[in-house]
C-alpha cells in the first residue's frame, strides 16, 4: 500500500510547497468563497455545507489529461470508475465502498437537477453528456436520501451544463489511437431576443481490444424564452445515440473469449425534453423543472457462467418517463432558511428477451423465438425539507426530512404467463447537521462540519422483475431460472460523517482543502438464494472511509490538484463477516499539475492509481495495484486551440476489474485496460 499512496503524497507536497509561503504573506485581498447548488438544492456557499461535496469547474476540465469525463469525475475524493471497455468508456461508478457490478447504481447522477440514470437498472450512459457541453460539476457523497431520496446512499452527482447567453461558439475535431476520430460544437447566438445554445458531439473508435468497437453521439439544444428580473423559463432538448461492440472479460492468461462473448452488442437512443422555470419575490425563490423522455434500446448481452459457455438472450426495450421537480427557498432573515420541494414521476417500458440461435457453422448468431415479454413501471413521488439556521453567526445547523412512495408493477406478455404483481415501497429519510466556523479572516477559512442521517435505495425494476433467463444445468438436468424477485425490499443504511473545508488565500494564489470520515452502515442488501437462485435480503455491511482532497490556484498560470481516498467496505453477517466486499479498492489517488505559458502554452500532468482490490469474497485473488501517468499540451493562438495529450504514458498494464469463474475453476475473468494511448484535437472558436 505505502509503495503506491507515497508516489501521489509526494506530489501533493511538491504541489503544495510553492504556495504556502506565499499563504503566509499578508494580503488585503479578499475572494468570496465557492458557491454549490447540489448540497442543499439552492446555491449556498460550499464551506458551510454539513455533508461532503466537491465540485470542477470548466477550467478546470479543459486542462487535465482524461480520457473520457468520468475520468475527470475520478479527480474527486471518494468516487472511482470502472471501464468495460478498456479505455474510459463504458464505466461504472464506485463510490464511498457501492458498486453495482453492472447490474444496479448506488450514485443518482443528474443534468442539470434532472436524473438521467436508466429506468431499468439506474446505470448511466455516461457517453451521452458531452463534455463540451458541461459547465460544472458537482459531487455530493453519502447518504443524501434526506434531499434526494431513492438510490442517494453511495452520492449524487450533478452535472451543469453550460448556459452562456453571450454570442460565440467553439468547434473541435480529434483523432488518436485505435483507429479513433470525432469532433464537438457549441453554438451561442441570438434568435430575436431569445439566446439559444447548440451542442453537438461524435465519437467513433475500433477500441484496443477485438469486439470493442463504438459509435456515439449527441445534440443538445437550449433556448431561454423568457428573461427577466423575477422570471426565467428555458426549454431543452437532449438526444443521444450510441451503437457499440461488448468485447466481454478475458481469461487471466490472456485469451480472449472471443468463442462465448463475440457478437455481443448494444445499439440506443435517448430523446428527452424538458422545461425550466425559475422565479424569485422578495425573499422567495423557486424553480420547477418538468422533463420527459422516450428510450429505445436493443442488444445481445451473454453471461459467462463457464470458461467455455455463455448464456446468451437478447433484449429489445421501450421505454417512456415523465418527471416533475418543484423546489423553494425561504430567507427567513439573516439566520435561518428554508428548503422545501417536491419530486414526483413515472416511468414505464416494455421488455422483451429472445433466444439467440447459432447457424448451422456455429460462426454466427441470430436473434431466436421470444423468450420472455412484459412491460414494467414505477411511479414515486417525495417531499422534501430542510431548515438552516445560525444561532451565532460561526455556527450553522440544519436538520431535514423526506418522505418517499414508490408503486412498482408488472404485466408479463404473451408468451409469458403469470399474474400481474405489484409492490409498494416507503420511506421516510432524517438527516441532522452542523458546520462551525473555526476561521475567517477573509483571506483564510476553515470550517468543521458533522452530520448524521439514513438512506435508502428500492431494488431496481430488473431486480424486481426483469423477466431474463438463465440456462443452467445439474447432472443431466437442464432448466432455466431469473434472479428476479418481487418481493425484495429497499436496501436502508445510516450514517454519520465529519469533515473540514479549508481555503486559503496569499499573493501566489488560492489553496482549497478538504478531508472527511464517515462510516455507513447498510442491511437488507441483496445477494443470491443458492437454493432458488433468486435475489434476497439478507446482506449487512459496513462502510468506513477517509477522503482528502486539495486545489491550487497560482496567480502565475500554474494550477494543481490531489486526493487521497481509504475505503474499508467489510461484510456484517454470515460466513463472509469481517471481509472485504469484491471489486471495491481500498485505496483510490490522483494527483496533477498544469501550468500555462505567456506564450500561450499548457502543459499538465497527472497520476492516478487504485490500491488493494480483492475480487471474490473469500479474499483470496487480490488484483494488481497499478499507477498510471497522463501528460497534455495545449496551445492556443487567437482563436485556434490545438491540443495534444498521451494517456497512459508508461504504457502500464493493469487490470480494472475482475471476477472468479461462477463454475468453480480456478479461471479467473478479467477486463484489461488500454495501453499507451496518443490523442490529439484542433479547435476554432468565435
Not at 431469473?482 to 418481493?487: I, L, M, V
Not at 481516498?565 to 479498492?585: C, E, Y
Not at 499539475?593 to 500561450?600: D, E, H, I, V, Y
Amino acid at each position: 500500500m505505502f509503495r503506491l499512496i507515497r508516489p501521489t503524497l509526494c506530489t501533493l507536497v511538491l504541489l503544495v510547497h510553492p504556495l504556502t509561503a506565499a499563504f503566509a504573506q499578508d494580503t488585503m485581498r479578499v475572494e468570496l468563497p465557492p458557491v454549490v447548488v447540489t448540497a442543499e438544492r439552492f446555491q449556498n456557499q460550499l464551506s458551510e455545507s454539513t455533508t461532503a461535496i466537491a465540485k470542477i469547474d470548466r477550467f478546470d476540465i479543459e486542462r487535465m489529461p482524461g480520457r473520457s469525463l468520468t475520468d475527470i469525475i475520478a479527480t474527486l475524493p471518494g468516487i472511482g470508475f470502472i471501464s468495460r471497455d478498456g479505455d474510459g468508456r463504458d464505466a461504472l461508478a464506485t463510490v464511498r465502498g457501492f458498486y453495482g457490478g453492472g447490474d444496479v447504481e448506488y450514485l443518482v447522477v443528474l443534468v442539470d437537477g434532472l436524473p438521467v440514470n436508466d429506468m431499468e437498472t439506474g446505470l448511466v450512459a455516461w457517453e451521452s453528456i458531452p463534455a463540451a457541453n458541461v459547465e460544472r460539476i458537482e459531487l455530493l457523497r453519502g447518504g443524501s436520501s434526506s434531499l434526494y431520496g431513492d438510490a442517494a446512499i453511495g452520492g449524487v452527482l450533478n452535472i451543469i451544463t453550460r448556459a452562456d447567453a453571450r454570442r460565440g461558439g467553439a468547434v473541435a475535431l480529434s483523432g488518436g489511437s485505435y483507429d479513433s476520430y470525432g469532433g464537438n460544437a457549441f453554438v451561442s447566438e441570438m434568435l430575436g431576443d431569445v439566446p439559444v445554445q447548440l451542442s453537438g458531439d461524435y465519437e467513433r473508435t475500433s477500441g484496443f481490444r477485438a469486439d470493442a468497437k463504438r459509435e456515439n453521439g449527441a445534440v443538445n439544444l437550449r433556448a431561454t424564452i423568457v428573461q427577466t428580473e423575477n422570471l426565467q423559463a428555458s426549454v431543452r432538448s437532449d438526444n443521444s445515440w450510441r451503437a457499440l461492440d461488448l468485447p466481454g472479460p478475458m481469461q487471466m492468461d490472456g485469451s480472449q473469449s472471443v468463442d462465448i462473448v463475440s457478437g455481443d452488442f448494444l445499439d440506443e437512443s435517448r430523446n428527452n425534453l424538458s422545461v425550466e422555470l425559475r422565479g424569485r419575490a422578495r425573499k422567495l425563490s423557486w424553480r420547477a423543472v418538468v422533463g420527459g423522455g422516450l428510450r429505445n434500446a436493443k442488444g445481445r448481452n451473454s453471461l459467462v457462467l463457464a470458461p467455455f459457455f455463455a448464456d446468451r438472450r437478447e433484449r429489445e426495450l421501450n421505454g417512456k418517463r415523465l418527471m416533475l421537480s418543484v423546489g423553494t427557498t425561504i430567507d427567513l432573515g439573516r439566520y435561518a432558511e428554508v428548503v422545501a420541494g417536491l419530486d414526483a414521476g413515472t416511468s414505464n417500458y416494455e421488455s422483451t428477451y429472445y433466444t439467440v440461435d447459432a447457424t448451422e457453422s456455429g460462426t454466427e448468431l441470430t436473434r431466436g423465438p421470444v423468450d420472455e415479454k412484459g412491460t414494467a413501471s414505477r411511479t414515486f413521488a417525495g417531499v422534501y425539507t430542510q431548515l438552516e439556521i445560525k444561532p451565532v453567526e460561526s455556527l450553522t445547523l440544519s436538520a431535514g426530512v423526506r418522505g418517499d412512495g414508490l408503486w412498482n408493477a408488472f404485466t408479463p406478455k404473451s408468451p409469458s404467463d403469470g399474474e400481474d404483481l405489484s409492490v409498494t415501497h416507503s420511506a421516510v429519510s432524517p438527516k441532522l447537521g452542523a458546520n462551525y466556523e473555526i476561521l475567517d479572516t477573509g483571506r483564510n477559512r476553515l470550517n468543521a462540519y458533522v452530520s448524521a442521517g439514513t438512506s435508502f435505495k428500492s431494488p431496481a425494476l430488473d431486480q424486481l422483475y426483469g423477466q431474463r433467463n438463465i440456462t443452467v444445468a445439474f447432472g443431466e438436468d437442464v432448466f432455466d431460472v431469473s434472479t428476479s424477485n418481487g418481493d425484495l425490499k429497499p436496501q436502508r443504511g445510516k450514517h454519520i460523517e465529519a469533515g473540514l473545508y479549508g481555503s486559503l488565500l496569499g499573493a501566489a494564489g488560492r489553496a482549497e482543502l478538504s478531508a472527511t470520515v464517515y462510516r455507513i452502515d447498510m442491511r437488507d442488501e441483496l445477494d443470491v438464494d443458492l437454493a432458488t437462485f433468486q435475489l434476497i435480503n439478507i446482506g449487512k455491511s459496513r462502510h468506513d472511509g477517509v477522503e482528502l482532497g486539495a486545489s491550487l490556484y497560482g496567480l502565475y498560470g500554474t494550477t494543481a490538484f490531489a486526493s487521497y481516498t481509504l475505503q474499508s467496505t467489510t461484510f456484517r453477517n454470515g460466513d463472509l463477516a469481517g471481509n472485504f466486499v469484491k471489486a471495491i479498492p481500498r485505496d483510490l489517488y490522483s494527483a496533477g499539475l498544469a501550468q500555462s505559458t505567456p506564450n500561450g502554452f499548457v502543459l499538465s500532468f497527472s497520476v492516478r492509481g487504485r490500491g488493494r482490490t480483492f475480487v471474490d469474497d473469500p479474499n483470496t485473488v487480490q488484483l494488481d495495484d497499478y499507477l498510471v501517468m497522463d501528460a497534455k499540451a495545449s496551445y492556443e493562438r487567437g482563436p485556434i486551440r490545438a491540443e495534444g495529450a498521451v494517456l497512459n504514458l508508461r504504457d502500464e498494464e493493469y487490470l480494472t476489474t475482475g471476477y472468479p469463474d461462477p463454475s468453480g475453476s480456478d479461471v479467473l475473468f478479467v477486463y484489461p485496460s488500454a495501453g499507451r494511448t496518443l490523442r490529439l484535437s484542433l479547435e476554432y472558436r468565435w
